[in-house]
């Protein structure tokens, strides 16, 4: 079974601009996870799509928005790009309604 | 809420060294634990886990076990490889908060040959 995978690896952007991550979750997983991963804040929840709706919220501005398609994909996007959203962005799916959740490889997201 | 509190690092051992790094937690529910290894430019993998007291996860010769009565899940390998140089985070999933990981704040660990 193929695993998590997410697109691009890496980004560049300036301040300002718009980015859109996108995650593949294993095949027959319907909820999928995003995590923010910073040297100072730790790995930190963003939010969780589950049958195209968001079911879970981290404690994130509103720049940063999710959806989920029919097939389970998942994009993330971050409006209004700051310096302070560098990070390596991790997305994770797992099965309904269980504890385990299957990280893909991240997306390291650099803002100049 | 939920917290998980793991042993501060860098941790820097050598070869065959007995590793632990510590992990304790606040839940409000009956959570499952977990312990996540990251790589150097890779992703989370899952480790080992226990979903209930008394439950001891193994793995690659890691093992930890769930501890109610002190809320630890301590990870302990008798004796560590160069390969096993990564960070090492401790992680909750929480039923009665929909499931969602918390995790701690990471150990590094570094295994000189």
């Known amino acids: 079974k193929a695993g998590v995978t997410q697109t691009p690896r890496y980004l560049i952007k300036t301040r300002g601009q718009q980015v859109t991550l996108s995650c593949s979750p294993i095949?027959?997983?319907?909820?999928v996870s995003w995590y923010q991963q910073t040297p100072g804040q730790g790995l930190q929840f963003l939010f969780e799509y589950f049958s195209e709706t968001q079911r879970n919220k981290g404690n994130f501005p509103g720049r940063f928005s999710g959806r989920q398609f029919s097939n389970s994909r998942s994009e993330m996007n971050v409006s209004t790009l700051e310096l302070g959203d560098s990070a390596l962005y991790l997305c994770?799916?797992?099965?309904?309604?269980?504890?385990?959740?299957?990280f893909g490889p991240g997306t390291r997201l650099t803002v100049l | 809420g939920n917290s998980v509190t793991q042993m501060e690092g860098p941790v820097t051992l050598s070869e065959e060294a007995f590793l632990t790094i510590n992990c304790t937690y606040t839940a409000t529910g009956y959570p499952s634990l977990f312990w996540y290894v990251q790589y150097p430019g890779e992703g989370l993998q899952l480790l080992l886990k226990?979903?209930?007291?008394?439950d001891k996860g193994s793995n690659k010769g890691f093992e930890a076990t769930y501890r109610k009565e002190t809320t630890s899940f301590h990870l302990e390998k008798g004796s560590v490889q160069v390969s096993d140089s990564a960070v090492y985070f401790c992680a909750l999933s929480d039923p009665a908060n929909d499931y969602k990981l918390s995790f701690g704040a990471g150990t590094t660990v570094t295994v000189r040959a």
């Open positions: 095949s027959g997983h319907r909820s």
């Open positions: 226990a979903t209930k007291a008394d």
């Open positions: 994770a799916s797992s099965g309904a309604r269980t504890n385990e959740q299957f």
